[in-house]
């Protein structure tokens, strides 16, 4: 167990960090000063692509989150763009593309804000919502709001008909005294045009869909040590099968179906004796590693400064034909299809990544890269 009273604060950003002499003072996690925070968040995140004068067809198609904000890349490696401007110390991260290619959504983490506890203690922990920018350019709006002062909304991707929006959620469980027992986490969806929030997995995360919608793929971790398995299912989450058992491949992130729905590339730990530097810290595979809030990320190296290297792997969706697809060992690799599905477009820490499915090697095209879920633009 955590106190909270034992965390470091959290300092509230400068005015000069924010930009434009803007305050954030402390507040809870509802009423109006929540309200004018999550305005002033869309504003500021809206104004570099309201200024930007890309529009349609013209936006290069990958999809990626560096720095705190989200970013656009063309196959080449040239015409990088950054499409929102994030005040610090607020990120944004995992943009997905709406399957017409009309606008980006993505998970955004405001400047935190001083809480206060039982006894008087004052603490910070991180939220996140889900935002909605148009593609074209315009103001990024709140699209699904955090349920509760400690709930983090992640990795957001469409249904390919457009219909509903998956997440993952996760939430610290707080106690009597301040005391930190637990977190919930798990899967949902809502419909895309708005309406009530459906849980569809506890204990899950990353989801992802087959082309086809028919399938929903995701990862579940074991609450008490940490392991992770690779599981698909219907959409709704009814009748999963685990394809990838516990111990196979440690610390699973970021699976996504091939666009035939045959094939899933996932990254996952490389094994101990590929790893840069002896880490120490606890075994990862013991580690909430998308919900640990708390514990200190481990490095590798201080080329690999934000986690444990890893690389991606490459299944079946039935579960045969497991095999290493790179060996890269990079910083929190994320893998998506093009929408042929003979390539790759893999971000990490180190770079970003095209690797043709035909044995050649994977090609850096920028450096440095970011972390969290890339995407590539189906359309539009």
């Known amino acids: 167990m955590v106190r ?37 968040a869309a504003v500021s995140l809206g104004f570099l692509a309201a200024c930007s004068p890309v529009v349609g067809d013209e936006i290069p198609p990958l999809l990626f989150a560096r720095d705190g904000n989200v970013e656009v890349i063309a196959p080449s490696g040239r015409d990088r763009r950054q499409l929102t401007d994030v005040p610090l110390p ?133 609450p008490e040590d940490g392991a992770t398995v690779l599981w698909v299912g219907a959409p709704d989450g009814s009748g999963s ?29 490389v094994p101990p004796e590929e790893r840069p530097l002896p880490i120490a810290t606890p075994t990862p595979s013991r580690q909430a590693w998308l919900f640990d809030l708390l514990a200190p990320r481990p490095a590798a190296a201080a080329a690999l400064a934000h986690g444990i290297p890893k690389d991606l792997w490459l299944v079946g969706s039935d579960g045969t034909g497991l095999r290493r697809l790179t060996r890269l060992v990079e910083d929190d690799p994320a893998a998506v299809w093009s929408p042929d599905g003979r390539t790759l477009f893999i971000g990490a820490g180190g770079g970003l990544y095209l690797l043709r499915l035909d ?13 969290g879920l890339v995407d590539w633009r189906r359309s539009g």
């Open 241 to 269: 099968r685990t394809i990838i058992e516990a111990g196979v491949s440690e610390a699973i992130t970021a699976p996504r179906f091939s666009p035939d729905g045959r094939q899933i590339v996932y990254s996952a730990l």
């Open 4 to 40: 909270l009273d034992a965390l470091a604060p959290i300092p509230s950003p400068s005015p000069a960090s924010t930009g434009g002499g803007r305050g954030w003072g402390p507040v809870g996690v509802s009423g109006t000063t929540s309200t004018r925070r999550r305005a002033l």
């Open 90 to 222: 607020g990120y944004a991260r995992d943009p997905a593309w709406a399957p017409d290619g009309s606008s980006i959504i993505y998970s955004y983490t405001p400047p935190p804000e001083p809480q206060s506890g039982t006894g008087g203690v004052s603490f910070t922990l991180p939220v996140a919502d889900i935002y909605r920018l148009p593609s074209g350019g315009g103001d990024a709006t709140l699209l699904i709001a955090h349920d509760g002062s400690t709930e983090q909304l992640e990795t957001p991707t469409w249904s390919p008909d457009g219909r509903w929006i998956y997440f993952s959620y996760s939430a610290l469980l707080v106690g009597s005294d301040n005391v930190i027992t637990g977190h919930d986490f798990g899967i949902a969806r809502v419909p895309a045009a708005g309406g009530r929030r459906e849980t569809v997995a506890t204990g899950a995360a990353f989801p992802t869909l087959s082309t086809d919608g028919t399938r929903l793929a995701g990862v579940r971790q074991d």
């Open 359 to 371: 044995g050649s090697p994977p090609v850096r095209i920028a450096a440095p890269g970011g972390h």
